[in-house]
């Protein structure tokens, strides 16, 4: 599973409790270089996070940068090139999530998911591979994360899950274009995970629909990711895994 000397970019490692934050350590422990965007975060914070992937024994810059800006893929990846070198993991964790719901839905609303849900994930996902050295690199990785949308409904979360939902359709779409090139893309639904948005209220009405007794953590899915970067996962792409331990829907 190690995969020494090899760079991991890691969009959305904000605060303590992130998926991102989770799925960074989980990376470093196998070897693996770290890069990860935040927003929206303490600058201690995230400075004292990358002194503590670097313990690891890891190299590991970050970059605070707003997700929504145009030119935030070609930015990102610039960065990485001139800190770390050529990435060949690609971990597309950040997301842009309100309540709307068909009362409130306008083009506004639409269009902040889409510059962050969509735009930026597509361009990062496109540009990482046009730039993947097949020399250099032996294999590369793409993991999206989605929501579940596709599984069932999401009320109040219209433009959400209409964006999360355009990315499964991507990731299909764009793994047939980059396996001749050795890239696998796939995605990864973490079902709900007990991060940064739930309260004690949500946890309560949640708990009854895990059968494993216990609502999904950060590390969990941080455990899938590993593994679809890994080179057991190289058979594996244009596939969405639902990481979520059972959840009950309904």
């Known amino acids: 599973m190690m995969l020494n000397n090899k760079y991991a970019i890691i969009t959305g490692a904000s605060t303590e409790r992130d998926i991102g934050t989770a799925i960074c350590r989980k990376l470093a422990s196998q070897g693996i270089n770290i890069f990860f965007t935040h927003w929206n975060s303490d600058d201690l914070w995230a400075q004292n996070f990358r002194q503590e992937i670097k313990n690891m024994g890891c190299q590991c810059e970050c970059l605070k940068i707003d997700l929504s800006h145009p030119d935030a893929a070609y930015t990102i990846l610039d960065t990485v090139e001139l800190k770390l ?6 971990i597309n964790n950040a997301a842009h999530s309100t309540n709307d719901g068909y009362q409130n839905l306008n083009g506004k609303i639409l ?3 889409y510059a962050v849900n969509m735009r930026t994930v597509f361009l990062l996902c496109v540009e990482f591979a046009r730039r993947f050295k097949v020399a250099e690199l032996e294999a590369g990785s793409i993991v999206n994360m989605t929501s579940g949308q596709e ?7 219209l433009a959400y899950a209409a964006t999360k939902g355009a990315i499964s359709a991507f990731t299909r779409s764009l793994s047939q274009e ?3 090139i050795g890239i696998t893309v796939n995605a990864v639904n973490p079902g709900p995970t007990d991060s940064t948005w739930m309260t004690d209220e949500i946890r309560e009405g949640l708990l009854p629909k895990f059968p494993m007794g216990r609502i999904g953590l950060p590390k969990d899915v941080a455990r899938t990711i590993a593994y679809l970067v890994s080179e057991e996962a190289r058979w594996i792409t244009g596939q969405t895994i639902h990481s979520e331990g059972g959840f009950i829907r309904g």
Not at 151 to 157: K, S, V
């Open 85 to 90: 070198g050529t990435p060949a993991i690609l």
């Open 111 to 113: 269009d902040d998911h």
């Open 151 to 157: 599984l069932g409904p999401m009320p109040n979360e």
């Open 178 to 180: 980059l396996a001749s």
